[in-house]
């Protein structure tokens, strides 16, 4: 069941039919500036919501998604009193974007933070549930006795992790893998018990291919600041607490799950919409190849799978790397072979609903993750129904489980029943759980995610360099600077910003 679309309104200008035609819209000087923003995920409708709060009239824009539903990895579905998320369930707080979009749209009221009495996270060991130690940030330890007494690590390893008061900084400077960081900072043992589940879990990585500049810059901030971890996040947590003002939790989704942001944003959108709209590929409009601004095109002819064309000033493409470069592989192979380098892979979340009475387990706390040397088919649990309220109806839980990621890819082929089965097993064995599912709800992720291998900021500054051999084109989204969807939405933003600087320069030349 995918979430209403609101966009389905009647009247909505359609596309052109397969004559190549130009938009039609008219600026005070008679000249128009359309762009077409390819995919309908949360970078795409953050891109289509700026550019409309920014832009002058002269500059018009089509939205055009493949698939049948605007939100892309968003996706919730309200079932029988339980609100399933298939893709993200909440976003980060400290970044400001996301949260900032929820107010502009009128979403404040809806706002819903994690239950924070229950802020506890369980690492799977030997086949048992053991806590994260209380002050544990990510994997920095931050509070003595909960750290000294915890049975996650051993003695050995937590000496080792105390290390980090003393060993000196790095000497090189540049990106190095999550793992390596860890291993050198606090060790083997925080490495495999807490980093890889939890750090690389978040990014769905391999943490010994995970660049840590791309997707943890405050880490390598701290090492470089204060050497050691543990005293720089320390410090760090002093100066939060002398912080006034009510704060906030670390991460947030709204009242009915995320789809609430992508009906708001849509509901918003006043240009042309369209679903079931895949593009096929780009050309230059005038035939020619662009080299620089000064030798710009007279836009791109953006092709359709449904033997449509739409006219574009300006592109920008919201699709995963390897998608834009099957778009413009006729336009720049060099370009097009650079984005094929962002891997990607896949994952599925599997959520469960309960009656409360049937489970004997006291879900105190958000769930559990699993380090890669567990022998599990699952890579994290959430217990949704504690992680947030309103998640499930009256007397009933909901329990949301992920599979595959780069450990454990094979799970995402297997058959529905046999997910649903070998996820059934392992519930049991690790939680005790017998009882049977009152609902099942299945979302595969296939190259869904992209992986910010080391060297991945390097990449992506490569990318944007080609890029601007194509004047008109931008490339953005999760492919590039920034997964999470504060990310995806500041990206949105900026690149909002930058087709209306260049709409500004095309009508006066
Ligand atoms: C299981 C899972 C859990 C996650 N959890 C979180 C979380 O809790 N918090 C968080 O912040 N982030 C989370 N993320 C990451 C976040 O959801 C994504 O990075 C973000 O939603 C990506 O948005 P996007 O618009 O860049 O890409 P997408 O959502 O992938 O949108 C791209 C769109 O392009 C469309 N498209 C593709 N090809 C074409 C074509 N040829 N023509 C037209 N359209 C096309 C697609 O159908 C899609 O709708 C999660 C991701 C997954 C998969």
Redo the contacts with the bound molecule.
């Keep these: 069941m995918n979430p209403p679309d609101p966009l389905e309104l009647p009247g909505r200008p359609q596309i052109e039919n397969t004559t190549p035609s130009r938009h039609l819209s008219h600026s005070a000087e008679g000249r128009t500036f359309h762009v077409v923003i ?9 891109t289509a919501y700026y550019l409309q709060q920014y832009a002058p009239p002269y500059v018009t824009y089509s939205v ?4 049948g ?6 996706v919730t579905e309200n079932i029988h009193g339980f609100t399933i ?8 707080t400290q970044k400001p974007a ?1 949260l900032n979009l929820c107010r502009e749209l009128g979403l404040e009221d809806r706002l819903l933070g994690t239950n924070e009495a229950q802020r506890k996270v369980y690492v799977l060991l030997n086949g048992r549930l053991r806590p994260l130690p209380d002050g544990v940030m990510l994997v920095i330890p931050t509070r003595f006795t909960p750290f000294v007494t915890s049975s996650l690590i051993s003695w050995p390893g937590k000496l080792r992790m105390a290390l980090d008061l003393v060993i000196p900084r790095r000497r090189q400077d540049g990106d190095e893998s999550l793992a390596s960081f860890i291993r050198r900072r606090l060790g083997q043992e925080a490495l495999d018990k807490i980093a890889e589940p939890l750090m690389a879990g ?1 990014h ?1 990585s391999d943490a010994e291919r995970q660049s840590l500049a791309a997707t943890f810059p405050r880490f390598m901030e701290l090492e470089r600041v204060h050497r050691s971890l543990i005293k720089g996040m320390l410090v760090q947590k002093r100066q939060m607490a002398r912080r006034t003002g009510p704060s906030l939790p670390l ?1 947030m989704t709204l009242r009915d799950g ?1 789809g609430e942001l992508v009906s708001a944003l849509c509901a918003r959108l006043r240009g042309d919409m369209h679903l079931n ?4 590929h780009l050309e230059l409009a005038d035939g020619n190849r662009a080299t620089s601004w000064r030798g710009r095109t007279d836009g791109y002819w953006v092709r ?2 449904n033997g449509q064309t739409l006219h574009a000033d300006a592109v920008v493409l ?3 790397a390897y ?1 834009a470069a ?2 413009i592989t006729p336009l720049h192979a060099t370009l097009a072979h650079r984005l094929r380098s962002i891997r990607y892979v896949s ?3 599997l959520s469960l609903g309960y009656r409360r009475s049937e489970l004997d387990h006291p879900l105190d706390g958000f769930g559990f993750v699993v380090p890669r040397r567990e022998p599990s088919h699952l890579m994290a649990c959430t217990w949704t129904s504690t992680k947030f309220l309103y998640r499930a109806p009256a007397d009933h839980v909901l329990l949301r489980v ?1 599979l595959g990621g780069p450990h454990r890819e094979d799970t995402v082929a297997l058959d529905d029943e046999r997910i649903l089965n070998l996820v059934r097993e392992e519930l049991q064995c690790i939680m005790g759980i017998d009882a049977e599912p009152v609902l099942a709800r299945l ?1 595969r ?1 296939q190259n ?3 992986q910010y291998d080391v060297g991945h900021l390097e990449r992506v500054a490569e990318i944007e360099k080609l890029a601007e051999e194509l004047p008109g084109l931008y490339l ?4 590039f600077r ?7 939405i500041a ?2 933003k900026n690149v909002a910003q930058a087709v209306l600087s260049m709409a500004m320069k095309h009508v006066v030349h």
């Design positions: 390819v995919g309908g995920g949360i970078t795409g409708l953050a055009l998604e493949s698939d539903r605007w939100g892309g990895k968003i998320e298939g893709g993200p369930d909440s976003f980060l996301a978040i769905v991460f995320l709209s895949s593009v096929v359709l799978q919201t699709v995963p998608v099957t778009l994952t599925a979340t992920f979302h992720w869904a995610n992209p953005t989204g999760s492919a920034g997964v999470g969807i504060p990310d995806c990206q949105g």
